[in-house]
């Protein structure tokens, strides 16, 4: 199954509504539609109806999740009940999740003993230890076709090529062999990334921040893990067309269920949670030895995942803090 | 004005109310009942004034703060008309704030330079140059009383006394000058820490993680900020009653309005986002050279704030990670 979300113009505004399929190249049915009809058919009256559609169904992809099976068995009815308003996504598209929390990881090998190597450092032990991950910011999510905005501290734009996975059920302290039933789907995610302030910031140790926080790409679509082959997935960018990246996920240190075993280790997995993988190995322009430039569109695709195409905006104008002055160190001990 | 949060138990479960007052001594009035009240005095029925007042003050306080004045507005009616319910808040309080993102800054000179010395480091000059900051976990605030889980992956706890700031309006792009008008107020934050894996999982360069995740405490209420004097507020601490920081707000080498410009800088910075101060100079038991024990109890005091006072827990037992095997360095480029 596959689950999307696109735009939809009523007399409140753009809402969001969840669309789902069993083939992304459709037909996509209208998940609240499709449970509204069915409330319809049990003896509901229409006010009713659109009343517990939109409870079961709200807008947030998160918010749907939070309701346990009540949403999933909604949406597996509308795909096969046929029953649902049939949708065109092409250009309607935005974001699958609105997720509640974003943790991102750094799995693939190649990837990340470059970018040590970029930094002039050796590989740390630790990330053959355990799966490191820091927590990315959730107000800048774009969906597909949406313009990356270009913030006032950078001049040095990139990409990451990931995979995201999306909690569909809460847990906390789960084993790796418990945690696939905690997943929901996969989807595309480009960790878009500042790499001047990041190295900038990187300096102080508590890892990447605002060279990360301004954007990030999620979709087109969710495909739940009965659609992903065992095999791993294909991964590829291009930019303006021309191809910078073909890797696989078959790559990763780390599998999917020791990633979601550990995120929930010690603290409650939310459903809406997003886990990215990193950076595939070669997922990203510094491994080329390029920078993106205002106007250039990145794509990437991932097998079974569709297309996540975005264009790069203009740099605009910003405050920028006035430089503290250090104390002595001397002084620095009171 | 003082605003807080309590549980109260009902047909449907424990739910949180909020509750405001402009004396926290007392008394405390539930917000939502005088919102209600007044409504019915307009001439809505209970069923309306019910349903309105519950849109407008939900349990959430960042779902409460979403809706711009409405909710301000209702609150301080409710303390004003003096027409709610009047609560004892002394056993009910929980978090104050449920945030939908937590970002933590580091702006106490004498406590960072003292961790990046207790790890054998330079103090790194981008500290200087704007305020560094990390996004923490959601998922894992506990409120007054609330005991502090102790992860199966750590034998190192500590906690760390911080001003917690909270967003009331949304916004972008802010200058130092517009931002006190974004900001709710202010409030006290435990951010509890497991230094044994936060110092592995720092080598690998992406910030503290699973080392913070497990639980921040925050509470007991959130003080506007006309209630703060100007000259800064005394941050004190005691463990098992014993002082261990003596500290002051006005020691920060980055105001509350540029941390709050920086936070908004090139993305939205969200209603009900808390951002913390870092840790208050002398504000941690590693700076005391110190450990917490299960059963200890640590009280953060605030002037105008109140006392943030949590028990710790016992440790637990849990998965975890079978390391992996590194590739030799020559096999690390294809």
Redesign the interface.
Known sequence: MFLARIRHEGPDGIEPRIVATSNPDGPWVDVRTAERRRLERTGATSWAARRISRAIVPGSMTAALESGTAFMDATRTAIESRDGEHVQIDTLLTTPLDP??YRDF?VF??HF??G?RW?G?E??????????????????FIGPGEEV?W???TDHMDYELELGIVIGRGGR????EEAEEHILGLTILNDFSARDIQA???????????GK??ASGLGPWIATLEEIPASGLRMRSRINGEAWCDSSSSEM??SIP?IV??AS??????PGTLLGSGTA?GGSGIERGKKLNPGDVVELEIERLGVLRNPIGRPRS????T?????SPTD???
Chains 1, 2 share one sequence.
């Open positions: 509640c929390l750094m090998e190649e003993s470059f040590y930094r450092l590989v740390p032990a630790v990330l053959y230890e355990f799966p490191v991950s820091y927590i990315g910011a959730i107000h800048g905005p913030p006032h501290y302290d789960l084993r790796p900038r910031e990187m300096a102080a140790g508590l890892g990447p921040s605002k926080h301004f240190i780390w020791e075993a550990w280790a010690g603290e409650w997995l939310a190995n910003g405050w920028l803090p430089p503290r002055k250090r104390r620095s001990i009171t």
